[in-house]
């Protein structure tokens, strides 16, 4: 019961400070992404791939949220954009006032499109909103069809789900049908693609998917 | 800050519960197992493959920790023997609380060896002592290589790391060597098995080193 409650008030004064975030990267004309999924989902795979795809498109700016190590933003950073690290020191999600202060680190006004990869947990970080416009989660094809169902909240919350490491159905048990079925169930408008960082496939749709939700967002 | 406050509090509060389930464990001669991983790396199909191999020989039961569904206890329960669900309606872990209630809704008189399947997530689960004699964690290939460093707690707390999806080894960019290392620079006593549950390559090791526990702890 005392976890509830102190759940809620954090969630409060949370929901607050991601207002604030909101308006900071709109008066920038920043569009941002929270990336959330299980550990080892490919987050960090998928932002190597996608960022120079954008190259010369869009000014890129990505914030990683690990609970310890800079390894992640070693690598985005080798990309040649400005990339913040967050230790979150145990804490196993993202929170709005952790991004508050990577804003207050980064060069906002040479991004115009800002990544966020949160903490690799399939739960906490549904629970957290950062200001972010959309929410975007990876679902790893290893992990199993199973999950909707299992960890929905974070279904629920995310306007796109990707569906990572298709080359590896050949040599895994997973219903592909059942998990996007499952997903819409749970989130009828949940928009769902299928990738490989390992072939590219589906990189193109992906990268489509941002352009769409960069359009909409600057022109409405 | 405050959240490392609550969190204080409600850990010495679990630690009293853990230590209580302790004793009543012990009490009916029950050797426990707490399982932890990131959602998906294979906690039930390990239980799955398990069970009939300790068929005659142990009388099991087992707790299973899931945010929603009951799914993974009907697939358990398939199996003939006592299986209680807890549903932690949000909650990312299980706490000692939760495992207590279970304790009163099993038949301990007919139960030697207990597993509690945690909730899918590499983080949160390690901070919550349930009252277990050893803390088994496992991590799919799958999930890379660099999870030891990243999540280091879960590591540091577990007696045995169960390398899963060994299969997968040809398809993913896994190093073994690297994550055995790793993993015991964090916890230099940590014990190592590799297995595939498809492929059942290891299940032997695995239920040697439950003998091993089992036998360490009746005779100690």
């Given at each position: 019961m005392h976890e509830v409650r102190i759940s809620t008030d954090l969630r409060g004064k949370n929901r607050e400070i991601a207002a604030e975030n909101r308006t900071h990267l709109a008066g920038?004309?920043?569009?941002?992404?929270n990336l959330m999924s299980a550990p080892g989902a490919g987050k960090t795979s998928?932002?190597?791939r996608t960022i120079p795809l954008l190259a010369g498109r869009h000014s890129v700016g990505v914030i990683e949220g690990d609970i310890q190590t800079t390894t992640?933003?070693?690598k985005v950073g080798a990309l040649g954009i400005p990339v913040y690290q967050i230790q979150t020191g145990g804490v196993c999600h993202l929170d709005a006032a952790m991004v508050r202060s990577a804003l207050h680190e980064l060069p906002l006004d040479s991004i115009k499109?800002?990544?966020i990869e949160n903490v690799g947990n399939l739960v906490c970080p549904a629970e957290f909103d950062l200001g972010e416009d959309a929410r975007v989660m990876l679902l790893s094809v290893s992990e199993g069809?199973?999950?909707?169902?299992?960890?929905?909240?974070?279904f629920r919350e995310s306007r796109l789900l990707i569906l990572n490491k298709i080359d590896l159905l050949p040599h895994v048990s997973f219903d592909i049908e059942k998990a996007?079925?499952?997903?819409?169930e749970i989130n009828p408008k949940l928009d769902i693609i299928e990738i490989s960082c390992t072939t590219g496939a589906g990189l193109d749709r992906w990268v489509a998917w941002i352009e769409d939700l960069v359009s909409s967002i600057r022109s409405g």
């Amino acid at each position: 019961m005392h976890e509830v409650r102190i759940s809620t008030d954090l969630r409060g004064k949370n929901r607050e400070i991601a207002a604030e975030n909101r308006t900071h990267l709109a008066g920038h004309g920043i569009v941002s992404l929270n990336l959330m999924s299980a550990p080892g989902a490919g987050k960090t795979s998928l932002l190597l791939r996608t960022i120079p795809l954008l190259a010369g498109r869009h000014s890129v700016g990505v914030i990683e949220g690990d609970i310890q190590t800079t390894t992640d933003a070693e690598k985005v950073g080798a990309l040649g954009i400005p990339v913040y690290q967050i230790q979150t020191g145990g804490v196993c999600h993202l929170d709005a006032a952790m991004v508050r202060s990577a804003l207050h680190e980064l060069p906002l006004d040479s991004i115009k499109l800002l990544f966020i990869e949160n903490v690799g947990n399939l739960v906490c970080p549904a629970e957290f909103d950062l200001g972010e416009d959309a929410r975007v989660m990876l679902l790893s094809v290893s992990e199993g069809d199973d999950k909707p169902k299992k960890y929905p909240l974070m279904f629920r919350e995310s306007r796109l789900l990707i569906l990572n490491k298709i080359d590896l159905l050949p040599h895994v048990s997973f219903d592909i049908e059942k998990a996007r079925r499952e997903a819409r169930e749970i989130n009828p408008k949940l928009d769902i693609i299928e990738i490989s960082c390992t072939t590219g496939a589906g990189l193109d749709r992906w990268v489509a998917w941002i352009e769409d939700l960069v359009s909409s967002i600057r022109s409405g």
